[in-house]
């Protein structure tokens, strides 16, 4: 399982990359690989205004679905449309097929979300 040192991580197994007041979001390897192979992505509408813990979008797998939250609050600037044309990319690759890029209006909640360190044993503690 890969875990980026770049990235901030939930306990909901999504990363996010901070660059200024963006932040790309998409799900961890260790959430692809619980839910196999991915068929469907459903994501927001470029400008949503989202708050945490409000639903971000739908993945499917042959398994399950899952519904995937928003840890900041912000508005939606970019919808990654490859991998809702695509879904399995994010199978083939979770760090570099990212879901949306937000505008954070609060950067303080990053406070509230885990470093790599942290979410390693996060997953440990799951296996």
Do not use: R
Not at 4 to 31: C, P, Q, R, S
Request: one cysteine or more; proline letters at 3%; charged letters at 30%.
């Amino acid at each position: 399982m890969k875990i980026l040192k770049n990235l901030l991580y939930t306990k909901e197994h999504e990363w996010i990359k901070v660059e200024g007041d963006k932040a790309y979001i998409g799900i961890t390897d260790f959430a692809q690989h619980a839910l196999g192979s991915i068929v469907y992505v459903e994501l927001p509408e470029i400008d949503s205004e989202l708050s945490v813990g409000d639903t971000l979008g739908t993945v499917e797998s042959v398994k399950a679905a899952s519904d995937i939250f928003i840890p900041l609050d912000g508005k939606v600037v970019e919808v990654n449309e490859a991998i809702v044309d695509e879904p399995a990319l994010v199978n083939e690759d979770a760090f570099e097929n990212w879901m949306v890029a937000i505008e954070m209006t609060d950067k303080s909640q990053l406070e509230s979300l885990l470093s790599p360190e942290a979410y390693e044993e996060l997953c440990k503690e799951g296996e």
